[in-house]
């Protein structure tokens, strides 16, 4: 997996996790992991591309049993740091070895949040559904959050700052993005393509829009001193999250599989 993140670990709860916008967009996403989670019979997790742990921690809270792993050891050590009364197991492990990693368990379902995946090319996201799949109990369930194409928000952001070259950069093949000063070598990819990936192992049980109305993180600059503004697409936001239509143009989408 290129790009480890190791530089981002330092300040990532500062510029997302506990931000305005971070925080309502993992709210969407937890949302509609509960529903999910109310519906099913699931006990063990795995979270692949943790981060700083804040899923995980949430998660075993609720009394998962979770393993949470990262590629970068700066953000399992910062995982670490923190308060963890309900024993999640982080671990530092490179997304394309997961199944070697874990080669005697099996999982109830597979979690990756806010574009993890997004920083594997499709050989290695077709590799993973293959992967997911062996790690994955018999009625195992695979929870997605991925960076689109479509994007409207990143969109408009360029063209109001006249970068017209940059609109549309995610329909490139990768992208060299700027992670607090890291550059991470990007891939976007619309629901449609991630299907064919993984329809051999999967079937598609429901997509979600995450981030349609409210922005993406880098404009939290902009609207953290707005607050009837973010309340109103907060709002707004709630109201299309079943318009799975939408996924591909919001700033990310939820995708659930049933492992086939």
Same mark, same amino acid.
């Given at each position: 997996m290129k790009g480890n993140f190791d530089t981002? &670990?330092? @300040?990532? %709860? &500062?510029s997302f996790t506990y931000s305005i916008i971070g925080k309502l967009q993992r709210d969407l996403v937890y949302k509609q992991l509960l529903l999910l989670l109310s519906n099913s019979e699931i006990n063990s997790i795995l979270e692949v591309n943790c981060g700083t742990g804040t899923d995980a921690l949430w998660l075993a809270e609720k009394g998962y049993r979770v393993n949470a792993? %990262?590629?970068s050891a700066q953000m399992i050590a910062t995982a670490k740091r923190k308060e963890n009364p309900n024993g999640v197991v982080f671990q530092t492990a490179d997304i394309n070895n997961i199944e070697q990693h874990f080669a005697t368990e099996k999982f109830d379902l597979i979690f990756s949040n806010f574009g993890g995946l997004n920083c594997v090319s499709e050989m290695e996201l077709r590799f993973f559904f293959k992967n997911a799949a062996n790690l994955l109990t018999e009625k195992g369930q695979l929870v997605l959050v991925i960076m689109p194409r479509d994007t409207i928000w990143e969109q408009l952001y360029f063209m109001v700052k006249a970068k017209f070259s940059k609109a549309f950069r995610r329909h490139q093949e990768s992208v060299q993005a700027n992670v607090d000063g890291e550059k991470i070598t990007t891939y976007y990819y619309n629901p449609k393509e991630v299907l064919p990936l993984a329809d051999r192992y999967f079937k598609l049980k429901q997509l979600n829009p995450i981030g349609f109305f409210v922005p993406p993180s880098y404009?939290?600059?902009?609207?953290? @001193?707005?607050p009837r503004l973010i309340g109103l697409l907060s709002r707004l936001e709630k109201k299309i999250t079943r318009f799975s239509f939408l996924a591909k143009c919001a700033d990310h989408y939820l995708i659930v599989f049933d492992k086939k």
């Open positions: 981002a &670990a330092s @300040n990532y %709860d &500062a792993t %990262d590629v404009l939290e600059p902009f609207f953290k @001193n707005k």
